[in-house]
Protein backbone atom coordinates (compact mmCIF):
# COMPACT_ATOMS: atom_id res chain seq x y z
CA UNK A 1 0.00 0.00 0.00
CA UNK A 2 1.09 3.44 -0.96
CA UNK A 3 2.12 5.49 1.93
CA UNK A 4 2.39 9.52 3.35
CA UNK A 5 6.31 10.31 2.97
CA UNK A 6 7.10 11.23 6.60
CA UNK A 7 9.04 14.52 4.93
CA UNK A 8 6.43 16.39 2.88
CA UNK A 9 8.97 17.96 0.80
CA UNK A 10 9.71 15.64 -1.73
CA UNK A 11 12.92 16.10 -3.23
CA UNK A 12 13.08 14.57 -6.77
CA UNK A 13 17.01 14.11 -6.89
CA UNK A 14 18.44 10.89 -6.90
CA UNK A 15 21.12 10.20 -4.67
CA UNK A 16 24.78 10.54 -4.84
CA UNK A 17 26.97 8.10 -6.66
CA UNK A 18 25.69 4.77 -8.11
CA UNK A 19 22.57 3.35 -6.72
CA UNK A 20 21.88 0.64 -4.60
CA UNK A 21 19.92 -1.97 -7.55
CA UNK A 22 19.64 -5.00 -5.29
CA UNK A 23 17.83 -2.19 -2.14
CA UNK A 24 15.56 -0.81 -5.57
CA UNK A 25 14.80 -4.40 -7.09
CA UNK A 26 13.54 -5.29 -3.06
CA UNK A 27 11.39 -2.53 -2.74
CA UNK A 28 9.62 -3.07 -5.99
CA UNK A 29 9.27 -6.67 -5.43
CA UNK A 30 7.56 -5.86 -1.91
CA UNK A 31 5.81 -2.35 -3.30
CA UNK A 32 6.83 -0.58 -0.81
CA UNK A 33 6.61 3.03 -0.23
CA UNK A 34 4.76 5.39 -2.69
CA UNK A 35 4.08 4.70 -6.42
CA UNK A 36 6.40 8.12 -7.17
CA UNK A 37 9.34 6.15 -5.47
CA UNK A 38 7.99 3.06 -7.42
CA UNK A 39 8.49 5.02 -10.45
CA UNK A 40 12.05 6.28 -9.48
CA UNK A 41 13.34 2.70 -8.83
CA UNK A 42 12.22 1.36 -12.20
CA UNK A 43 13.97 4.47 -13.37
CA UNK A 44 17.35 3.82 -11.57
CA UNK A 45 17.49 0.40 -12.45
CA UNK A 46 17.82 1.31 -15.77
CA UNK A 47 20.01 3.70 -15.92
CA UNK A 48 22.43 0.83 -14.18
CA UNK A 49 21.79 -1.32 -17.04
CA UNK A 50 18.29 -3.20 -16.33
CA UNK A 51 15.95 -3.52 -19.32
CA UNK A 52 12.16 -3.73 -18.35
CA UNK A 53 11.75 -7.38 -18.71
CA UNK A 54 14.25 -8.15 -16.33
CA UNK A 55 12.89 -5.85 -13.87
CA UNK A 56 9.53 -7.20 -14.68
CA UNK A 57 11.26 -10.72 -13.97
CA UNK A 58 12.78 -9.52 -10.75
CA UNK A 59 10.10 -7.18 -9.23
CA UNK A 60 7.01 -7.93 -10.70
CA UNK A 61 6.30 -4.66 -12.61
CA UNK A 62 4.94 -5.41 -16.30
CA UNK A 63 6.78 -3.04 -18.86
CA UNK A 64 3.88 -0.80 -19.40
CA UNK A 65 3.72 -0.61 -15.12
CA UNK A 66 6.85 0.66 -15.24
CA UNK A 67 6.68 3.42 -18.07
CA UNK A 68 3.49 4.49 -16.29
CA UNK A 69 5.21 5.15 -13.23
CA UNK A 70 8.52 6.15 -14.53
CA UNK A 71 6.91 8.66 -16.28
CA UNK A 72 4.21 9.85 -14.02
CA UNK A 73 7.13 10.52 -11.20
CA UNK A 74 8.50 12.67 -13.58
CA UNK A 75 5.40 14.72 -13.44
CA UNK A 76 5.16 14.51 -10.32
CA UNK A 77 8.62 15.99 -9.62
CA UNK A 78 8.19 18.64 -11.95
CA UNK A 79 4.48 19.35 -10.36
CA UNK A 80 6.79 19.79 -7.14
CA UNK A 81 9.51 22.17 -8.10
CA UNK A 82 7.00 24.48 -10.04
CA UNK A 83 5.13 24.71 -6.54
CA UNK A 84 1.74 22.47 -6.86
CA UNK A 85 0.04 23.20 -3.79
CA UNK A 86 0.56 20.63 -0.37
CA UNK A 87 -2.97 19.23 -0.99
CA UNK A 88 -2.15 18.18 -4.71
CA UNK A 89 1.11 16.76 -3.52
CA UNK A 90 -0.15 14.78 -0.85
CA UNK A 91 -2.97 13.42 -2.74
CA UNK A 92 -0.74 12.81 -5.65
CA UNK A 93 1.88 10.80 -3.82
CA UNK A 94 -0.44 8.67 -2.73
CA UNK A 95 -2.43 7.84 -5.83
CA UNK A 96 -3.08 8.42 -9.97
CA UNK A 97 0.40 7.40 -11.67
CA UNK A 98 -2.73 6.91 -14.40
CA UNK A 99 -3.64 10.35 -14.22
CA UNK A 100 -0.48 11.90 -13.70
CA UNK A 101 0.91 10.00 -16.72
CA UNK A 102 -1.65 12.01 -18.88
CA UNK A 103 -0.61 15.27 -17.81
CA UNK A 104 2.56 14.59 -19.77
CA UNK A 105 2.25 16.45 -22.62
CA UNK A 106 1.57 19.73 -20.54
CA UNK A 107 4.03 22.25 -19.67
CA UNK A 108 4.82 22.60 -15.98
CA UNK A 109 2.51 25.26 -14.93
CA UNK A 110 0.54 23.75 -17.01
CA UNK A 111 0.59 20.25 -15.00
CA UNK A 112 -0.06 22.25 -12.12
CA UNK A 113 -3.33 23.77 -13.21
CA UNK A 114 -4.65 20.19 -14.57
CA UNK A 115 -3.65 18.17 -11.62
CA UNK A 116 -5.59 21.11 -9.11
CA UNK A 117 -8.62 20.74 -11.50
CA UNK A 118 -8.76 17.32 -11.20
CA UNK A 119 -8.16 16.95 -7.92
CA UNK A 120 -10.96 19.57 -7.32
CA UNK A 121 -13.29 17.61 -9.83
CA UNK A 122 -12.83 14.40 -8.92
CA UNK A 123 -11.81 13.02 -12.23
CA UNK A 124 -10.45 9.77 -13.42
CA UNK A 125 -7.66 8.44 -15.15
CA UNK A 126 -10.01 8.95 -19.07
CA UNK A 127 -11.31 12.59 -17.73
CA UNK A 128 -7.71 13.45 -17.14
CA UNK A 129 -6.77 12.37 -20.74
CA UNK A 130 -9.73 14.79 -21.74
CA UNK A 131 -8.49 17.61 -19.60
CA UNK A 132 -4.99 17.43 -20.98
CA UNK A 133 -5.46 17.54 -24.25
CA UNK A 134 -7.73 20.42 -23.66
CA UNK A 135 -4.85 22.58 -22.05
CA UNK A 136 -2.72 21.33 -24.95
CA UNK A 137 -4.73 22.44 -27.49
CA UNK A 138 -6.43 25.84 -25.99
CA UNK A 139 -2.34 26.84 -25.24
CA UNK A 140 -1.94 26.54 -29.35
CA UNK A 141 -4.71 29.17 -29.91
CA UNK A 142 -3.62 32.59 -30.86
CA UNK A 143 -6.20 34.26 -29.02
CA UNK A 144 -8.73 33.44 -26.40
CA UNK A 145 -12.44 32.96 -27.98
CA UNK A 146 -14.70 35.75 -26.58
CA UNK A 147 -16.20 35.00 -22.86
CA UNK A 148 -13.28 32.44 -22.12
CA UNK A 149 -10.84 33.15 -19.90
CA UNK A 150 -7.05 30.91 -19.41
CA UNK A 151 -8.51 29.62 -15.57
CA UNK A 152 -8.13 25.61 -16.21
CA UNK A 153 -11.78 25.27 -15.61
CA UNK A 154 -12.98 27.94 -18.52
CA UNK A 155 -10.25 25.99 -20.96
CA UNK A 156 -11.77 22.72 -20.73
CA UNK A 157 -15.56 24.15 -21.36
CA UNK A 158 -14.07 26.07 -24.33
CA UNK A 159 -13.34 22.50 -25.88
CA UNK A 160 -16.48 21.51 -24.85
CA UNK A 161 -18.31 24.93 -26.47
CA UNK A 162 -15.83 23.87 -29.70
CA UNK A 163 -16.88 20.65 -29.94
CA UNK A 164 -20.55 21.28 -29.33
CA UNK A 165 -20.72 23.66 -31.98
CA UNK A 166 -18.72 21.40 -34.44
CA UNK A 167 -21.74 18.53 -33.64
CA UNK A 168 -25.16 17.95 -35.35
CA UNK A 169 -26.04 15.06 -33.32
CA UNK A 170 -28.18 16.50 -30.22
CA UNK A 171 -27.55 14.07 -27.77
CA UNK A 172 -23.98 14.22 -28.42
CA UNK A 173 -24.37 18.05 -28.41
CA UNK A 174 -26.10 18.20 -24.91
CA UNK A 175 -23.45 16.30 -23.55
CA UNK A 176 -20.70 18.52 -24.17
CA UNK A 177 -22.69 21.39 -23.29
CA UNK A 178 -23.19 19.93 -19.74
CA UNK A 179 -19.84 18.94 -18.92
CA UNK A 180 -18.56 22.64 -20.27
CA UNK A 181 -21.20 24.18 -18.02
CA UNK A 182 -19.68 21.98 -15.53
CA UNK A 183 -16.44 23.35 -15.56
CA UNK A 184 -16.75 26.99 -16.57
CA UNK A 185 -15.73 28.98 -14.23
CA UNK A 186 -15.90 32.50 -15.48
CA UNK A 187 -19.93 33.83 -16.49
CA UNK A 188 -18.96 35.08 -19.93
CA UNK A 189 -18.37 31.10 -20.57
CA UNK A 190 -21.62 29.93 -18.92
CA UNK A 191 -23.40 32.12 -21.28
CA UNK A 192 -21.44 31.27 -24.88
CA UNK A 193 -22.21 27.78 -23.97
CA UNK A 194 -25.99 28.46 -23.08
CA UNK A 195 -26.25 30.10 -26.04
CA UNK A 196 -25.77 26.68 -27.94
CA UNK A 197 -29.23 25.82 -25.90
CA UNK A 198 -30.97 27.90 -28.38
CA UNK A 199 -28.66 27.89 -31.39
CA UNK A 200 -28.44 24.44 -33.28
CA UNK A 201 -26.00 25.84 -35.71
CA UNK A 202 -23.29 23.92 -36.45
CA UNK A 203 -20.19 25.26 -37.26
CA UNK A 204 -17.97 22.91 -39.49
CA UNK A 205 -14.39 22.00 -39.80
CA UNK A 206 -11.51 21.65 -41.67
CA UNK A 207 -10.21 18.24 -41.12
CA UNK A 208 -6.64 17.92 -40.69
CA UNK A 209 -4.59 15.93 -43.57
CA UNK A 210 -3.47 12.83 -42.89
CA UNK A 211 -0.02 12.47 -41.56
CA UNK A 212 2.68 10.93 -43.96
CA UNK A 213 3.11 8.08 -42.36
CA UNK A 214 5.15 4.77 -43.48
CA UNK A 215 6.10 1.64 -41.67
CA UNK A 216 9.08 -0.60 -42.51
CA UNK A 217 8.32 -3.61 -43.75
CA UNK A 218 11.48 -4.91 -45.70
CA UNK A 219 14.58 -6.30 -44.43
CA UNK A 220 16.42 -4.68 -47.56
CA UNK A 221 14.75 -1.60 -45.99
CA UNK A 222 17.10 -1.35 -43.26
CA UNK A 223 20.94 -0.84 -43.88
CA UNK A 224 23.51 -0.82 -42.25
CA UNK A 225 25.73 1.92 -41.22
CA UNK A 226 29.90 1.21 -41.41
CA UNK A 227 32.38 3.41 -40.19
CA UNK A 228 34.90 4.77 -42.96
CA UNK A 229 38.60 3.94 -41.72
CA UNK A 230 40.06 5.72 -44.71
CA UNK A 231 41.69 4.91 -47.91
CA UNK A 232 44.49 2.53 -48.66
CA UNK A 233 47.61 3.18 -48.25
CA UNK A 234 46.66 3.01 -43.79
CA UNK A 235 48.39 2.04 -41.06
CA UNK A 236 47.33 -0.16 -37.98
CA UNK A 237 46.57 3.14 -35.69
CA UNK A 238 44.22 4.39 -38.78
CA UNK A 239 42.33 0.93 -37.91
CA UNK A 240 42.55 1.18 -33.98
CA UNK A 241 41.31 5.03 -34.21
CA UNK A 242 37.87 3.92 -35.45
CA UNK A 243 35.16 4.11 -32.55
CA UNK A 244 32.78 1.01 -32.14
CA UNK A 245 30.03 1.59 -33.77
CA UNK A 246 26.75 0.20 -31.75
CA UNK A 247 23.20 0.59 -33.72
CA UNK A 248 20.17 1.09 -31.24
CA UNK A 249 16.80 -0.55 -32.64
CA UNK A 250 14.41 -0.22 -33.41
CA UNK A 251 15.74 2.46 -36.18
CA UNK A 252 19.50 1.52 -35.86
CA UNK A 253 20.66 5.13 -35.02
CA UNK A 254 24.20 5.24 -34.80
CA UNK A 255 26.36 7.25 -32.16
CA UNK A 256 29.86 7.61 -31.73
CA UNK A 257 32.16 9.36 -28.77
CA UNK A 258 31.71 12.99 -30.12
CA UNK A 259 28.92 15.22 -30.43
CA UNK A 260 26.45 13.42 -33.16
CA UNK A 261 24.44 10.73 -34.03
CA UNK A 262 22.79 9.01 -37.50
CA UNK A 263 19.88 7.04 -38.49
CA UNK A 264 19.43 5.10 -41.41
CA UNK A 265 17.20 5.57 -44.25
CA UNK A 266 16.47 4.22 -47.80
CA UNK A 267 16.90 6.71 -50.23
CA UNK A 268 13.08 7.37 -50.79
CA UNK A 269 12.23 10.27 -53.41
CA UNK A 270 10.78 12.07 -50.41
CA UNK A 271 14.09 12.29 -48.47
CA UNK A 272 16.22 12.93 -51.46
CA UNK A 273 14.29 16.03 -52.32
CA UNK A 274 14.24 17.59 -49.28
CA UNK A 275 17.06 20.06 -48.88
CA UNK A 276 17.80 20.19 -44.94
CA UNK A 277 16.72 16.44 -43.38
CA UNK A 278 17.27 15.97 -39.84
CA UNK A 279 15.07 13.28 -37.92
CA UNK A 280 13.53 13.50 -34.82
CA UNK A 281 12.63 10.63 -32.40
CA UNK A 282 9.20 10.99 -31.33
CA UNK A 283 6.20 8.64 -29.81
CA UNK A 284 3.68 7.74 -31.88
CA UNK A 285 1.15 9.49 -29.41
CA UNK A 286 2.53 12.77 -29.07
CA UNK A 287 1.92 13.42 -32.87
CA UNK A 288 -0.86 16.21 -34.05
CA UNK A 289 -2.70 13.00 -35.01
CA UNK A 290 -3.16 9.76 -32.75
CA UNK A 291 -2.18 6.89 -34.88
CA UNK A 292 -3.84 3.47 -34.63
CA UNK A 293 -2.74 0.91 -33.21
CA UNK A 294 -0.04 0.59 -30.15
CA UNK A 295 2.04 3.41 -28.96
CA UNK A 296 5.28 3.15 -30.33
CA UNK A 297 8.37 4.92 -31.28
CA UNK A 298 8.48 7.02 -34.57
CA UNK A 299 10.62 8.75 -36.49
CA UNK A 300 10.05 12.39 -37.64
CA UNK A 301 11.79 13.31 -41.08
CA UNK A 302 11.49 17.29 -40.87
CA UNK A 303 13.15 19.32 -43.90
CA UNK A 304 14.31 22.69 -42.09
CA UNK A 305 14.30 24.39 -45.29
CA UNK A 306 10.39 24.05 -46.01
CA UNK A 307 9.29 27.01 -44.14
CA UNK A 308 7.10 28.19 -46.65
CA UNK A 309 3.13 27.69 -45.18
CA UNK A 310 1.11 24.93 -46.90
CA UNK A 311 -2.47 23.72 -45.81
CA UNK A 312 -1.81 20.25 -46.89
CA UNK A 313 1.62 19.72 -44.29
CA UNK A 314 2.28 19.42 -40.67
CA UNK A 315 5.23 21.75 -39.34
CA UNK A 316 7.54 22.24 -36.24
CA UNK A 317 7.31 25.09 -34.36
CA UNK A 318 8.46 26.60 -31.16
CA UNK A 319 6.00 26.74 -28.56
CA UNK A 320 7.45 28.26 -24.51
CA UNK A 321 10.98 27.35 -25.96
CA UNK A 322 10.49 24.04 -27.05
CA UNK A 323 9.53 22.33 -30.64
CA UNK A 324 5.99 20.82 -31.61
CA UNK A 325 4.45 19.72 -34.67
CA UNK A 326 1.93 21.03 -35.65
CA UNK A 327 -1.07 21.50 -38.53
CA UNK A 328 -2.44 24.66 -39.35
CA UNK A 329 -5.89 25.58 -41.35
CA UNK A 330 -5.41 29.26 -42.99
CA UNK A 331 -1.56 30.58 -43.03
CA UNK A 332 -0.20 30.88 -39.81
CA UNK A 333 1.62 34.21 -37.93
CA UNK A 334 4.52 31.34 -36.01
CA UNK A 335 8.20 31.30 -37.65
CA UNK A 336 7.77 27.74 -39.12
CA UNK A 337 11.11 26.10 -38.35
CA UNK A 338 10.53 22.92 -40.72
CA UNK A 339 7.80 20.90 -42.73
CA UNK A 340 7.28 17.34 -42.33
CA UNK A 341 8.24 15.06 -45.08
CA UNK A 342 7.68 11.66 -43.55
CA UNK A 343 7.15 9.78 -39.96
CA UNK A 344 8.90 6.63 -40.30
CA UNK A 345 7.21 3.56 -37.70
CA UNK A 346 9.31 0.65 -36.94
CA UNK A 347 9.76 -2.73 -39.19
CA UNK A 348 6.86 -4.60 -37.25
CA UNK A 349 8.14 -7.84 -35.14
CA UNK A 350 6.23 -10.75 -36.09
CA UNK A 351 6.84 -14.05 -33.83
CA UNK A 352 8.96 -16.26 -35.31
CA UNK A 353 7.82 -19.61 -33.67
CA UNK A 354 3.99 -18.67 -35.52
CA UNK A 355 5.09 -17.57 -38.59
CA UNK A 356 3.18 -21.64 -39.95
CA UNK A 357 0.21 -20.44 -37.88
CA UNK A 358 -2.68 -19.73 -40.61
CA UNK A 359 -4.41 -17.15 -38.75
CA UNK A 360 -1.59 -14.90 -38.00
CA UNK A 361 -1.75 -12.54 -41.18
CA UNK A 362 0.26 -8.56 -40.98
CA UNK A 363 -2.93 -5.76 -41.11
Known amino acids: MARTPQNPNFSPQPAEGAPDTEALVGMLRRKEGSWVEWGQ ?9 YNSQQIFEETGFEPIQQNQVIVAAQVYASMDKGGASEAVKSHFWQKGSDILYELRILTQPQRIDAAQLILDN ?5 EAKIVARAIKDFSRLGSVPEGFSRDPGDVVACQCWKLARQNNDLQERSR ?12 GARTRLEQLLTDFTVVSQKPAPRLPVYRLEAQEDLPCILPVVGRFPLAVEDLKAVPLTEAAEPFRIVQFSGLGAWVPLPGWQVIL ?18 LPGAVEEVLVVVDRAGRIWEGDSYFLVEENGQLELRWFEN ?8 RVVLILRPKRIVDENQMTDVWQIEE
Open 122 to 126: HLDAD
Open 273 to 290: ASEDPVAILCRSDRLPSP
Open 331 to 338: EPEETLLG
Open 176 to 187: LIARGLKFATSP
Open 41 to 49: GCAALQKSG
